[in-house]
């Protein structure tokens, strides 16, 4: 395991009484490098969507874990936030709770001369997603899927 993978790992482990001591629950960790600066993002989430109030409140909470702990070596910035309006589909349970919403896919090699799709998602299992895009269903191996999110819909 990688210093990246070390560091989520452990911050999941030591996060997750304080995120459901708030009342939400964790959706992802990232520790990554942008430029020159490491951060160490906690993605939270609750039905209805979180508030700043849940952000600060977990995140006011976790600093001083991570003042007590010091596992991470880098100088790095914490932020917590929600995983936002196009979250990604990570994990199973992200799958469960997107079926019957409207998806962005993007594939590493062409499906049909195309690498992009959007679509209802109505199904999927631990090899393939299937959506449906103006009543044709497509069916696309997980394997092959370079990104998956809930697509912005601008409901006017």
């Known amino acids: 395991m990688g210093k990246r993978e070390s ?3 452990k911050t999941t482990e030591l996060i997750q009484p304080v995120v459901e001591a708030n009342g939400v629950e964790l959706f992802d960790v990232d520790y990554v490098k942008e430029g020159s600066d490491w951060y160490l993002r906690v993605y939270i989430d609750k039905e209805g969507g979180v508030t700043i109030d849940d952000c600060q409140n977990v995140s006011r909470a976790f600093n001083e874990i ?5 596992y991470i070596d880098d100088q790095y910035i914490f932020e917590v936030s929600s995983p936002g309006l196009t ?3 990570k994990k ?3 799958y469960e ?3 019957g919403r409207m998806i962005e ?3 590493f090699s062409p499906v049909d001369k195309s690498k992009e799709y959007s679509g209802v998602l109505k199904e999927y299992d631990k090899d393939t997603v299937t959506i449906s895009i103006d ?3 497509k069916t696309f191996d997980r394997s092959n899927l370079a990104m998956i999110r809930w697509a912005f819909v601008d409901e006017v």
């Open 97 to 99: 709770k997107s079926i």
């Open 66 to 70: 991570l003042d007590r702990e010091n």
């Open 92 to 94: 199973e349970k992200d």
């Open 7 to 9: 560091y989520e790992a």
């Open 135 to 137: 009543d044709v269903t």
């Open 87 to 89: 979250r990604p589909l």
């Open 105 to 107: 896919i993007k594939l």
